[in-house]
């Protein structure tokens, strides 16, 4: 087995519930996370909402319940008979889980863009707390500049820990794709 690992940093950000998930997972979690995770905010009522969500085909759904187990956060539900979803909605495991794992193992894509609004997002709102009133405005700056919306693909200085590893690597589907179709071609 290959070696990806960097100390204790699990106790160090009091995520229990990670304590027995290795630290290759949380490097392939991301890799996969910058291939096919979306980071949304949504408003409801007088509420903001934060959600990440990664979508799938159907056949692909052991994969979501794996993440899912590992992770001890989230629902995997069966959209259609075509796609199926992992998605985490509730604010404490987005805020002390999810986001924890991101800071620690960072997105190496323009997917890191789009986190860094999304948690932006969640500081804001720790400050201010639930009053939508306050913070609604700032929010919707923010939200409307993730995603597909983004127009400002520039990641200076949102890099400085670039740090691509085999563990990131496996995690996106594309690689995986690409080098087992290049290495049976040269076989």
């Known amino acids: 087995m290959f070696s990806?690992?960097?100390?204790?940093?699990?106790?160090?950000?009091?995520?229990?519930?990670l304590s027995q998930v290795s630290t290759e997972f949380l490097q392939w979690f991301t890799g996969f996370t910058d291939a096919e995770g979306n980071f949304l905010i949504s408003f409801d009522r007088n509420f903001v909402r934060f959600r990440f969500k990664i979508s799938l085909h159907i056949d692909d759904i052991d994969t979501l319940h794996t993440i899912q187990s590992m992770l001890g956060i989230g629902i995997v539900t069966e959209e259609n008979k075509q796609y199926c979803s992992f998605v985490v909605q509730d604010y404490d495991q987005i805020k002390y889980i999810l986001c924890p794992i991101f800071l620690h193992f960072p997105l190496q894509t323009n997917k890191r863009l789009d986190f860094d609004s999304f948690y932006e997002a969640i500081l804001i709102k720790e400050?201010?707390?639930?009053?939508?009133?306050?913070?609604?405005?700032?929010?919707?700056?923010?939200?409307?500049?993730?995603?597909?919306?983004?127009?400002?693909?520039?990641?200076?200085?949102?890099?400085?820990?670039?740090?691509?590893?085999?563990?990131?690597?496996?995690?996106?589907?594309?690689?995986?794709?690409?080098?087992?179709?290049w290495k049976n071609k040269n076989l």
């Open 4 to 17: 990806c690992l960097m100390g204790g940093w699990k106790s160090s950000h009091g995520l229990s519930k």
């Open 127 to 181: 400050e201010k707390g639930n009053n939508l009133t306050d913070i609604k405005d700032k929010l919707l700056v923010i939200k409307n500049s993730m995603n597909r919306n983004r127009e400002i693909m520039d990641s200076t200085g949102h890099f400085e820990s670039f740090a691509i590893n085999f563990c990131w690597l496996v995690g996106r589907p594309v690689f995986v794709f690409s080098f087992f179709k």
